[in-house]
């Protein structure tokens, strides 16, 4: 179910079914990320195996350096395997210029940051719209789609505050919403609770299940954080750029 | 909310630094209007010359003098219908010691033909045509020296020394700007009878002569025409049309000119380099929220634009005040100043309003060239790199 059929599916009682698809969303194939310190090169992956399906809530862990920020990286589209093969919602990332996997990203994913990179000029129900306004979409639906995903995470109240004006779980709240706005297959999360305390990062938490649970997302979420690991369906960790 | 308000929309981020900046580009161009301005009143005289007047000087320098009887001469010049001597007398009132204005000795009838542009009351053109002490001086420098017609005055000469005595016989005004009215004008004649009296070899000579002629478009022809007829002469001229005959005035200030000329530029280059440097700290501030734009699917060009945005918007909201102020701090306080004061040389000072476009298309022009390499580095950005800083 997309955001913006949730205000249609908020308004009747029944709950909406949860997307079931157990089709792989992403397939990593002997995935390796190397990166040059200087002209010294440092394998940060190592040919990783993954596969993730549509409609699970996964979190990595494991210790600094292990790489998770990095295999997030990739399978976000923001950097590119050094060798391997990796397909990300029928996209094969490795073969795409970084002008199609803007286009791609903007298309199929949201992102929930641990600092929560508000434009602070903006309201949030502007701050929300910020991906639409790469769309074709009129002025008018935009604005309807991303009150809409304010109302999802809660804050329709606060739509028209600056970041400035909202407490830290609120503004996460409000990236939460911006990552939902465009309708995207998967969302990453980077420790997204990692500046909040335990009763924000429940609420963070919470709302991420329910995304899973009711709107059918695939969730990928890194963490440090052993309680928030807990609320995903799976926990993966990684050590020296290696499953284990 | 459009794409292009997320710039314009930063520029209120850090008010304080933006209003800064702001103030510093509106004092860069306010600078630049008040130079441009001089520099356009100061070459004025040359943009408003008569196009239907020929001067004629001596043809090795301005300051050597032409035998008297080359004006009679002039005006039997095919083309030249009338021709007026002048010569600079060069004085001072000593109750104002530090008032510079122009003194000129002319002949009366001559000169108001020539010079048609000189208004002046039938009555006191009359009077300045009685009197041989008479002078005509012009309403701006009335004013300054708090003189009216009937003021005794008595002048120190600084290149004929003594005290010269003279009446204010008429104040004049000037229907086009081709003439100065802050100019002391009086008679040859009461010049040449004391030069007679005291330095008879210097007698019968004048500065320069200037002829109306009958066709502006043989300006150059007749110029020609003039300087052939003295070529065998002992003393040889140099004609030219007023307008060239202005220039070859300002040719003598054009290091001047050519120093303020330099000044405006490098004042707006300064300006272009604060802002530059304003622009270059919010992106540097801001990349951490450039890489999650970039992350959510905005292009490296998007970025460039929100940066060059801001840039623009605070080279207008500058360019706006500075051209505000200029004004009424140049056309009312600086402007005024110099016509009162120094109106010899500044006879007219308003802002040209070509200059007020220019000033104003430069701050936007150089608000994006000040944006041009931040906007590049926030282009450039790496995503995950800007993502890292921070987080």
């Not at chain 1, 397909?87 to 199609?100: I, K, N, P, T, Y």
């Not at chain 1, 909202?166 to 919403?177: K, M, W």
């Not at chain 2, 009937?150 to 204010?168: A, C, K, M, N, S």
Request: glycine residues 8%.
């Amino acid at each position: 179910m997309s955001t913006a059929e949730a205000q249609s599916a908020e308004a009747s009682s029944a709950p909406p079914p949860a997307t079931a698809t157990k089709q792989p969303l992403i397939e990593c194939d002997k995935v390796s990320k190397t990166y040059y310190r200087g002209k010294e090169p440092v394998q940060v992956l190592k040919e990783l195996d993954l596969t993730i399906e549509t409609g699970a809530f996964e979190a990595l862990m494991g210790p600094s350096g292990s790489g998770k920020s990095t295999l997030l990286n990739l399978i976000a589209g923001l950097d590119k395997p050094s060798s391997g093969t990796l397909r990300v919602a029928d996209a094969d990332l490795g073969s795409m210029s970084e002008g199609q996997r803007a286009h791609w990203r903007a298309q199929n994913i949201g992102f929930v940051f641990q600092t929560y990179n508000l434009m602070p000029v903006l309201s949030a129900v502007e701050n929300v719209e910020l991906p639409l306004l790469l769309t074709k979409l009129p002025s008018a639906e935009r604005r309807k789609r991303a009150q809409t995903a304010l109302r999802v995470v809660g804050l329709e109240e606060r739509m028209n505050h600056l970041p400035r004006e909202l407490s830290g779980g609120q503004e996460q709240r409000v990236t939460i919403a911006r990552a939902i706005v465009t309708d995207p297959r998967l969302i990453v999360a980077d420790e997204p609770t990692g500046d909040l305390d335990r009763e924000n990062a429940d609420e963070i938490l919470n709302l991420l299940v329910k995304l899973n649970e009711e709107f059918g997302k695939t969730i990928i979420m890194v963490t440090h954080d052993p309680a928030a690991a807990e609320r995903a369906s799976r926990v993966r960790r990684l050590d020296k750029g290696a499953l284990i | 909310m459009r794409l292009s308000a997320i710039g314009v929309r930063n520029v209120l981020r850090n008010r304080f630094r933006t209003v800064l900046t702001a103030l510093g580009v509106a004092v860069a161009i306010l600078a630049f209007v008040m130079l441009r301005t001089i520099l356009s009143a100061w070459t004025a005289a040359v943009d408003h010359a008569a196009k239907d007047r020929v001067g004629t000087r001596h043809k090795v320098s301005m300051i050597l003098p032409l035998p008297g009887r080359y004006v009679a001469e002039v005006e039997q010049i095919p083309g030249v219908e009338k021709a007026a001597p002048a010569s600079w007398f060069g004085a001072k009132d000593p109750k104002h010691e530090q008032e510079f204005f122009a003194t000129i000795a002319v002949e009366a009838d001559s000169f108001l033909s020539v010079y048609d542009e000189v208004k002046v009351a039938p009555d006191a053109r009359e009077a300045w045509m009685q009197n041989r002490r008479g002078a005509l001086v012009g309403d701006v420098l009335a004013k300054k020296l708090g003189w009216k017609v009937g003021d005794r005055v008595t002048l120190q000469g600084t290149i004929y020394p003594g005290d010269w005595e003279f009446e204010i016989s008429g104040i004049y005004t000037a229907t086009r700007r081709s003439i100065d009215r802050s100019t002391f004008w009086f008679h040859y004649d009461y010049l040449n009878e004391w030069l007679k009296d005291r330095t008879p070899a210097q007698a019968d000579q004048v500065g320069w002569i200037v002829s109306r002629i009958d066709d502006p478009s043989q300006a150059a022809a007749i110029s020609k025409r003039i300087d052939q007829h003295f070529d065998s002469r002992d003393v040889q001229t140099l004609s030219m049309s007023e307008r060239a005959l202005n220039t070859s005035f300002l040719g003598m200030i054009s290091a001047i000119l050519s120093a303020l000329d330099i000044v405006s530029v490098v004042i707006l280059l300064i300006m272009t380099l604060i802002l530059g440097n304003t622009i270059a700290m919010g992106v540097r501030e801001r990349t951490n929220e450039y890489g999650v734009l970039r992350a959510i699917g905005f292009l490296p060009k998007h970025l460039a634009l929100f940066v060059l945005g801001e840039s623009i918007a605070i080279g207008a909201i500058g360019g706006l005040l500075g051209v505000l102020a200029a004004y009424p701090l140049i056309e009312q306080g600086l402007g005024r100043f110099l016509e009162e004061n120094m109106g010899g040389f500044f006879p007219y000072v308003r802002i040209p309003p070509t200059t007020i476009g220019v000033a104003f298309g430069l701050a936007l022009l150089l608000g994006a060239l000040a944006a041009g390499f931040p906007a590049y580095r926030a282009s450039k950005l790496d995503i995950v790199d800007s993502l890292r800083k921070v987080g």
